[in-house]
């Protein structure tokens, strides 16, 4: 990883729009800092397009939607995105209804297994609201697990036939095989009519989770707040760059420099 202030200023000038993550990389210990705040409406006010992408549920997804100057947010690692039109909510799933309610019977089982065979595991605080995946707490409101349990978690989730991933503070998994990554195409693509991966140097993600990694590998400008250093050995490819402070501290300090970069500081 490079320092973030390496990203040559002609590479940004060409960003049009932000990926990003928001546990960890928008927040700082589970608070979303005013800088945070600030970034985001900067980087919209200067007519940049920004999407958060994150493993949060659909009930954080349509609330959060409505309060930030976002495009859209793509939640629970891309089981769909939410976004306002004409003032109007909407929310676009990757499965239909009958297939959501089939995986949600079997997923609130597999929660129970999990919570019986992993000591000091629970449910995440929010799992009563995820449409299509099964959150289960490591690191947020228990006492932090032993990398061992994790390991186990996700074992558990694969044996099931679950994709599994672990994010800075819970162990996300799903039936099927889509992916933050995946549903951000369909989300630009459906939103915005371009296509992600032919216009990919003209959007920066930032994150900081093992379940960013199919984004870090995909972006050229992809950018880790310092906090992704705790979970490098996880990541099968690291982050081109790397900011010099964490969570939402980082992604101002990102955003500061790509709106100096376009002379809009």
Request: hydrophobic fraction near 45%; proline fraction near 5%.
């Amino acid at each position: 990883m490079q320092p973030l202030r390496n990203l040559p200023a002609p590479a940004l000038r060409r960003v049009r729009g932000i990926l990003t993550d928001i546990d960890g990389t928008l927040t700082t210990g589970g608070r979303l800092p005013a800088r945070a705040v600030l970034a985001l409406e900067q980087l919209t006010q200067a007519g940049l397009h920004v999407i958060p992408v994150t493993g949060r549920c659909i009930a954080w997804a349509e609330i959060l939607v409505r309060l930030w100057p976002v495009d859209a947010i793509i939640g629970e690692n891309g089981a769909f995105y939410s976004h306002l039109r004409h003032g109007r909510l909407l929310t676009r799933f990757l499965d239909d209804a009958p297939t959501r309610a089939r995986n949600l019977e079997r997923i609130r089982a597999l929660g129970e297994r999990i919570r019986r065979e992993v000591p000091g595991s629970a449910l995440a605080s929010d799992q009563a609201w995820h449409a299509a995946d099964l959150a289960i707490d490591h690191a947020e409101d228990v006492t932090p697990l032993p990398a061992d349990a994790v390991v186990h978690i996700v074992r558990l989730m694969q044996d099931a036939g679950m994709t599994a991933t672990v994010s800075s503070i819970h162990v996300n998994g799903w039936f099927g095989r889509h992916d933050k990554l995946s549903m951000s195409r369909l989300c630009v693509t459906e939103l915005l009519g371009e296509d992600l991966d032919a216009r990919r140097d003209e959007w920066l993600f930032i994150g900081d989770s093992a379940n960013d990694a199919s984004m870090f590998a995909h972006f050229p400008l992809s950018v880790g707040v310092a906090n992704v250093r705790e979970i490098l050995p996880q990541l099968p490819v690291a982050p081109a760059y790397v900011t010099e402070a964490s969570g939402g501290e980082g992604f101002a300090e990102m955003a500061g420099q790509l709106l100096a970069a376009r002379g809009q500081q």
